[in-house]
């Protein structure tokens, strides 16, 4: 058989652009913000991961333009030999600071982080358990590792708690949750995740790409919002979301990270983030220290859109964070709702199979910082209007 056979059969993006409601690949031509000009248009984006809207903070802009100058556009070399810049030891000591870890280890990519993290801790012999509804990046890096992976319901505790009686007691034991869930926008039951890796000797990975900024004591996530920083073992997060960067880290005990460091391919055999990406991740992590009020403004702009849509007589999935999916259920429904959004001037994100169940098709809206209440009324009764007409 012909391997590019499979390439032959894959027909369904040709029907969805045949059928005018391709959803993916739009062009931007601004900057990302919360109102930005795509293809042309003025549309109101509600389907970004910038946060703290830093993307456009002039100081944070400004940190990447002078890294750019003085560093030039590269470090053409990995961090383990010629890729490693006295600001990438300063970014990873601060983020440990601000996570209160001993150490962080940074990766050029958070879905890299996941596969360098997962891939080096978990090894023959070893489990690592999974919620379902947990980040791609997470499967494989459980993929890459030559560990077993089992998975337990979403947030379902009574599940975990089944697989883990079922382990061998010798064998080592990694829980991996999503601190904050990137589609649904609900929160990880830490608290009992932890009391269960106590009771069966397990360890705990968060993954925090849409905690850190959001949620806990100034931004500093979920391990921070429950009060469990010294429960959970590794926290992984990335620069692409509130950092306005591109990137990603690890924090743990020291001995976990020099452990990475030595022993993550992702890690060890992929060119360093550049600089003026490693600048921009700095300046907007010291933005975020010195602003500790913004995580609290962004979680009052969604409380302001999660009852604006609901007075508006639309179906949200219940969430405490800025990601607020709406129900569309079908996935046909779903991608010709958001093709009109789009049009009218709303940008969303739509979430199908098998990102989620069959029939439970969202459009996934997620709010920033720098959001102000008229723009959201005015993107929310376009919503109403298009999602509620006949």
Do not use: W
């Amino acid at each position: 058989m012909d391997i590019f056979e499979k390439c032959e059969r894959f027909t369904l993006a040709k029907q969805y652009r045949e059928l005018g409601i391709y959803p993916y690949f739009h062009a931007l031509e601004s900057r990302q913000d919360v109102e930005v000009i795509m293809e042309g248009k003025r549309r109101i984006m509600l389907g970004s991961n910038n946060y703290l809207g830093l993307t456009t903070e002039p100081s944070v802009v400004e940190a990447g333009r002078k890294a750019f100058e003085q560093y030039g556009s590269g470090c053409s070399g990995s961090r383990f030999l010629n890729g490693t810049l006295q600001m990438h030891l300063e970014l990873e000591r601060e983020l440990a600071d601000f996570v209160r870890k001993e150490g962080a280890v940074t990766f050029s990519t958070g879905f890299q982080s996941n596969l360098g993290i997962i891939s080096a801790i978990v090894g023959r012999g070893d489990y690592v358990i999974c919620d379902r509804e947990n980040h791609a990046s997470i499967y494989d890096g459980c993929k890459l590792s030559y560990g077993k992976m089992l998975r337990y319901k979403h947030n379902d505790m009574e599940d975990l708690q089944h697989i883990l009686e079922r382990i061998p007691e010798e064998a080592g034991r990694l829980i991996v949750t999503d601190g904050v869930f990137s589609m649904g926008g609900d929160i990880a039951k830490l608290p009992e995740i932890v009391a269960l890796a106590e009771q069966y000797g397990a360890r705990v990975m968060v993954d925090d790409a849409h905690g850190l900024g959001v949620i806990g004591e100034g931004g500093r996530g979920t391990a921070s919002y429950f009060g469990l920083e010294d429960k959970v073992d590794i926290i992984m997060g990335t620069f692409s979301k509130s950092l306005a960067s591109l990137g990603g880290y690890m924090a743990a005990s020291e001995t976990v990270c020099d452990y990475v460091r030595h022993n993550s391919r992702p890690f060890i055999f992929s060119a360093s983030i550049p600089p003026s990406a490693c600048a921009v991740a700095l300046a907007a992590l010291r933005h975020l220290k010195a602003h500790p009020e913004l995580p609290g403004h962004l979680l009052e702009l969604a409380a302001y859109a999660r009852a604006g849509l609901k007075s508006r007589g639309l179906s949200i999935r219940e969430s405490n964070t800025p990601i607020i999916p709406i129900y569309t259920y079908e996935a046909e429904n779903t991608l010709r709702k958001n093709k009109e959004l789009y049009e009218a001037g709303v940008y969303v994100n739509p979430v199908l199979p098998p990102a989620t169940a069959p029939g439970e098709c969202l459009l996934r809206t997620s709010y920033m910082a720098s959001h102000t209440k008229p723009l959201l009324d005015e993107a929310m009764d376009i919503i109403a209007q298009v999602l509620l007409e006949a």
